[in-house]
């Protein structure tokens, strides 16, 4: 197995190493991490994006109303607070990544790990990228649904039959088998029902709006203003982008993370990448083991795990800490 590679981004993959995934918005369950509440980096994180945030992330994450936590901005909240806290945690007991992956939102985690931005400004950055898309979503009827035993060859004549000139766009490559579909609620509900007719199943996410679509345009046009502000260093540990499945750099941060409101999560493909790199090892640090289960999926001979509560985190550091 190769131990180091140069990637296209200057910092090298160090595929000894395990590579952090970070979760993305609709793995938000009432509960999540609440027993992980006394490990002093998950108190750390809960503490500095409830400055960002003002509001009590404790309270948030460890309530029983679903509801308010599936709204965009605490949900986006939420989870990348404690995607965040666990992985600074196996980092403060000797569990260092190789690379890092997030999905959709958890893109915005990764920053944070590789060192392009600061764990606050990366709170800062999710704030505001969680309002433009609320208000984006709030102002459309728009919704995303994962289409199962799917491939883009097949889906994609559904999906342009489906439009009838409402936006319908294929938005996420989870895994072999599984496109997530997004755009105007009613074009998807046409989609479902002719993938259904076909004997096929998909399932609608827990998401407010049609994201990564061009319905997220206005979001797209007020986060590209915000990022002009923010200052982006050159990545310490490799970050996989979404948008194009390669190293991100510093210089091209802002374009992707504008461009990956309105465009496709390519996860599949940044996973198959991260192995022809020499990756053999990804855990995910956050909640519901989505992206572990993804990573199954696409290559069964791949060591995962998902680190999501007290018995995993310890279990974990047990097996892979220094």
């Known amino acids: 197995m190769i131990d180091e590679t140069k990637t296209e981004g200057g910092a090298a993959i160090d595929a000894a190493l395990p590579v952090f995934m970070c979760s993305g918005q609709g793995s938000q369950k009432p509960g999540m991490g609440a027993d992980l509440f006394d490990v002093p980096e998950v108190a750390a994180a809960f503490d500095t994006a409830g400055a960002v945030f003002g509001r009590d992330m404790r309270a948030l994450v460890s309530g029983g109303d679903a509801a308010a936590l599936n709204e965009t901005r605490n949900a986006q909240a939420a989870i990348v607070t404690l995607s965040l806290g666990i992985a600074r945690a196996l980092e403060a007991r000797g569990v260092r990544p190789g690379a890092v992956l997030g999905f959709s939102l958890g893109q915005i985690t990764a920053l944070a790990l590789a060192g392009m931005v600061s764990d606050e400004q990366m709170f800062d950055i999710v704030a505001h990228r969680a309002a433009y898309m609320g208000q984006a979503a709030e102002a459309t009827d728009g919704c995303m649904s994962a289409f199962l035993k799917a491939d883009e060859a097949a889906l994609a004549p559904v999906v342009e039959a489906a439009a009838q000139g409402e936006v319908l766009v294929m938005a996420n490559f989870n895994c072999p088998g599984q496109i997530v579909v997004s755009g105007a609620t009613g074009a998807v509900e046409r989609a479902e029902a002719a993938w259904t007719a076909a004997g096929k199943r998909c399932a609608r996410l827990a998401t407010q709006g049609a994201f990564h679509s061009p319905l997220m345009a206005p979001a797209a046009e007020a986060f590209a203003d915000y990022l002009q502000g923010v200052e982006f260093s050159e990545p310490a540990v490799p970050l996989i ?82």
């Open 241 to 322: 982008s979404n948008t194009t499945a390669r190293p991100l750099r510093a210089a091209d941060a802002r374009d992707q993370l504008v461009a990956h409101l309105t465009h496709g999560v390519r996860f599949e493909q940044s996973v198959n990448y991260l192995v022809g790199q020499g990756a053999r090892a990804f855990v995910e640090t956050g909640f519901g083991g989505v992206l572990s289960g993804l990573v199954r999926r696409i290559d069964k001979g791949l060591e995962r795990a998902c680190v999501q509560d007290a018995k995993s985190f310890a279990a974990y550091v047990e097996k892979e800490g220094n």
